[in-house]
């Protein structure tokens, strides 16, 4: 019969089987002259700081050993040497060969002592001792000094144990949480003293969400402030915008006048995109370079800078090589006498004439050039090509559709030339029956070489201005109201009777001018239609297949040009 223990004795039994069984090694049976435990070894370990008080700590076991590991973790202290004495963060059951992990609750400017181990039912191991200073900045929250609509100023409390390399504030738009390396903008620190600093951030945008954090470099490492979020405030106090006189599709070489209408604002500077710069309130720029260029206005104030952007494409300029320069001078106007016999009566009497200098167009508006400025070509004779006159235009068309079109893609003004001007670009300063020849087969198409449609222009001689298609191909507008006295009455300088109106039909029943002849004698026009050699008046409204018009512009200013 088994004799019962006493009851007392059952809870020592009882922990004693557990820890046998608990710390029962992976071994042979023990021998009595050796024993074949064989203890975990330590392959490397790292130390990294990350805040002002906590560091990562990193280790790697080259071999477990038979041993059951119980558990493992890191022990560290102000003196060398630490052990499970000391400081310790246990890690519990060990299940692959490395561990990771964070250490919290260090001291600002400590040097510690740091050993990972493992511990088995045979004791504790050890890897090699390493130390770290803790030099990583602390900093406090951000306090916020002075706002505007697009500035912070902002303070900052920092304990730095080591020489601060860098100091600032970056910061995101938005919520989050910025870094060094993931920012939408930094501010460098300034003023530092008696562990604060302050940071100025300017180009900010009014009424908008940020998240700033301060920060401090040293040798040790990058310290962060907790993320403050911050709306700047809204501001009519100070706006960034602009217009210009164009379109945003420009020919090359167009003139654009910015009109600043910002406010608030005391600085301005201008980027056109094409590399140059200006810094005038309202400047004028030319675009020369093709391509999309990017407009930005920048407006300052106190710190505070906005920016107003806009985007232009310099599209080729359908008038390259278009002008010739026309010298002014004094011409007699009207009935000549190398235009004798076949003057009509409102040619009379011929009369002198000043005209100051100008250039003018080489031909007639193309058809290429119409559909460049409008983008529609409403010609009769399209088959004929883009270099052939655009016709079946009216006055008012030009007028109200293709002068403004041309004047937003050029930055320039424009206009149809007086009776007057067009006379004196015609005769070329020769006193000849045709623009340019007493031949009327030199320099134009008319009804007995024409074939009865348009021709490409420039294919006849030109005039002694350089000027093709002056007498022939096709008719062509003039600016003035139509008068039959015109030439008694007009004045000797720069002459014009333009219409009070644009719509010239609703002027005292006048119409305006069209120049035409069949001999195409200077004084009368052309020879577009061969018809009678004289002076018409057609309605504004006419659409034609015989009228056509060219461009004219002032030498002295490339700000007025006018059409032919």
Same mark, same amino acid.
């Given at each position: 019969?088994?004799?019962?223990?006493?009851?007392f004795?059952?809870?020592?039994?009882l922990?004693?089987t557990?820890?046998?069984?608990?710390?029962t090694?992976?071994?042979?049976?023990?021998?009595?002259?050796?024993?074949n435990?064989?203890?975990?070894?330590?392959? =490397? @370990? +790292?130390?990294? *700081?990350?805040?002002? !008080? $906590?560091?990562?700590?990193?280790?790697? %076991?080259?071999?477990?050993?038979?041993?059951?590991?119980?558990?493992?973790?890191?022990?560290? =202290? @102000? +003196?060398?040497? *630490?052990?499970?004495? !000391? $400081?310790?963060?246990?890690l519990?059951? %060990?299940?692959?060969?490395?561990?990771?992990t964070?250490?919290?609750?260090?001291?600002?400017?400590?040097?510690?002592?740091?050993?990972?181990?493992?511990?088995?039912?045979?004791?504790?191991?050890?890897?090699p001792?390493?130390?770290?200073?803790?030099?990583?900045?602390?900093?406090?929250?951000?306090?916020?000094?002075?706002?505007?609509?697009?500035f912070?100023?902002?303070?900052?409390?920092?304990?730095?144990?080591?020489?601060?390399?860098?100091?600032?504030?970056?910061?995101?738009?938005?919520?989050?949480?910025?870094?060094?390396?993931?920012?939408?903008?930094?501010?460098?620190?300034s003023?530092?003293?008696?562990?604060?600093?302050?940071?100025?951030?300017?180009?900010?945008?009014?009424n908008?969400?940020?998240?700033?954090?301060?920060y401090?470099?040293?040798?040790?490492g990058t310290g962060y402030?907790?993320?403050?979020?911050?709306?700047?405030?809204?501001?009519?106090?100070?706006a960034?915008?602009?217009?210009?006189?164009?379109?945003?599709?420009l020919f090359?070489?167009?003139?654009?006048?910015?009109?600043?209408?910002s406010?608030?604002?005391?600085?301005?500077?201008?980027?056109?995109?094409?590399?140059?710069?200006?810094?005038?309130?309202s400047?004028?720029?030319?675009f020369?370079?093709?391509g999309?260029?990017?407009?930005?206005?920048?407006?300052?104030?106190?710190?505070c800078?906005?920016t107003?952007?806009?985007?232009l494409?310099?599209?080729?300029?359908?008038?390259?090589?278009?002008?010739?320069?026309?010298?002014?001078?004094?011409?007699?106007?009207?009935?000549?006498?190398?235009?004798?016999?076949?003057?009509?009566?409102?040619?009379?009497?011929?009369?002198?004439?000043?005209?100051?200098?100008?250039?003018?167009?080489k031909?007639?508006?193309?058809?290429?050039?119409?559909?460049?400025?409008?983008?529609?070509?409403?010609?009769?004779f399209?088959?004929?090509?883009?270099d052939?006159?655009?016709?079946?235009?009216?006055?008012e068309?030009?007028?109200?559709e293709?002068?403004?079109?041309?004047?937003r893609?050029?930055?320039?003004?424009?206009?149809?030339?007086?009776?007057?001007?067009w006379?004196?670009?015609?005769?070329?300063?020769?006193?000849?029956?045709?623009?340019?020849?007493?031949?009327?087969?030199?320099?134009?198409?008319?009804?007995?070489?024409?074939?009865?449609?348009?021709?490409?222009?420039?294919?006849?001689?030109?005039?002694?201005?350089?000027?093709?298609?002056?007498?022939?191909?096709?008719?062509?507008?003039?600016?003035?109201?139509y008068s039959?006295?015109y030439?008694?009455?007009?004045?000797?300088?720069?002459?014009?009777?333009?219409?009070?109106?644009?719509?010239?039909?609703?002027?005292?029943?006048?119409?305006?001018?069209?120049?035409?002849?069949?001999?195409?004698r200077?004084?009368?026009?052309?020879?577009r239609?061969?018809?009678?050699p004289?002076?018409?008046?057609?309605?504004?409204?006419?659409?034609?297949?015989?009228?056509s018009?060219?461009?004219?512009?002032?030498?002295?200013?490339?700000?007025?040009?006018?059409?032919?």
């Amino acid at each position: 019969m088994a004799k019962r223990l006493p009851h007392f004795l059952y809870p020592a039994i009882l922990i004693a089987t557990l820890a046998t069984t608990h710390c029962t090694l992976d071994k042979e049976p023990l021998l009595p002259t050796y024993t074949n435990e064989k203890a975990p070894i330590f392959l =490397s @370990e +790292n130390l990294t *700081p990350i805040t002002h !008080d $906590s560091l990562r700590a990193k280790a790697r %076991l080259s071999a477990r050993g038979n041993l059951n590991i119980l558990h493992y973790g890191w022990v560290w =202290s @102000e +003196n060398p040497v *630490p052990t499970l004495q !000391d $400081s310790t963060l246990e890690l519990g059951p %060990l299940a692959i060969d490395s561990f990771e992990t964070l250490i919290p609750g260090l001291i600002l400017g400590k040097t510690y002592h740091l050993r990972p181990y493992v511990l088995t039912c045979s004791g504790e191991t050890y890897g090699p001792e390493q130390t770290i200073f803790m030099g990583i900045p602390k900093l406090n929250d951000i306090a916020l000094v002075a706002d505007s609509a697009c500035f912070l100023r902002v303070q900052c409390n920092l304990q730095n144990p080591l020489p601060l390399l860098e100091y600032g504030i970056v910061y995101l738009a938005g919520a989050g949480t910025p870094t060094l390396q993931k920012k939408d903008g930094q501010a460098s620190g300034s003023g530092l003293s008696n562990g604060s600093f302050q940071a100025d951030l300017t180009m900010l945008n009014p009424n908008t969400a940020y998240s700033l954090r301060a920060y401090a470099k040293t040798a040790s490492g990058t310290g962060y402030s907790r993320a403050m979020p911050v709306t700047t405030p809204t501001s009519s106090l100070l706006a960034a915008n602009f217009s210009i006189n164009t379109d945003a599709e420009l020919f090359q070489g167009a003139i654009v006048q910015f009109t600043n209408t910002s406010i608030g604002a005391i600085a301005y500077s201008w980027s056109f995109g094409d590399g140059e710069t200006a810094a005038e309130d309202s400047p004028v720029h030319i675009f020369n370079n093709l391509g999309n260029m990017t407009v930005r206005l920048t407006a300052e104030n106190g710190g505070c800078m906005l920016t107003k952007d806009t985007l232009l494409k310099i599209i080729p300029d359908p008038f390259q090589d278009y002008w010739v320069d026309i010298p002014g001078g004094t011409f007699m106007m009207g009935c000549t006498a190398e235009q004798e016999p076949d003057c009509q009566p409102d040619e009379y009497p011929a009369h002198q004439v000043t005209l100051s200098p100008f250039f003018m167009g080489k031909t007639e508006i193309t058809q290429g050039q119409w559909l460049a400025v409008t983008g529609n070509n409403p010609s009769y004779f399209y088959q004929c090509g883009l270099d052939c006159p655009v016709e079946t235009v009216s006055w008012e068309r030009i007028v109200n559709e293709f002068i403004p079109a041309l004047n937003r893609k050029t930055g320039l003004t424009h206009r149809l030339p007086t009776e007057a001007e067009w006379e004196y670009a015609a005769r070329g300063g020769q006193a000849i029956k045709y623009a340019g020849s007493d031949n009327s087969e030199d320099v134009g198409w008319y009804a007995d070489n024409s074939g009865g449609e348009t021709h490409p222009v420039r294919q006849k001689y030109v005039n002694g201005f350089g000027l093709y298609d002056m007498s022939g191909n096709i008719w062509e507008w003039c600016n003035d109201r139509y008068s039959d006295d015109y030439y008694a009455v007009n004045p000797s300088t720069t002459p014009s009777v333009l219409s009070e109106a644009l719509t010239v039909c609703s002027v005292a029943g006048r119409g305006s001018i069209v120049r035409l002849s069949a001999g195409s004698r200077i004084a009368t026009g052309t020879i577009r239609a061969l018809t009678a050699p004289i002076t018409v008046f057609v309605w504004p409204g006419t659409c034609n297949t015989l009228i056509s018009f060219t461009l004219f512009k002032r030498s002295a200013k490339l700000a007025n040009l006018f059409f032919k």
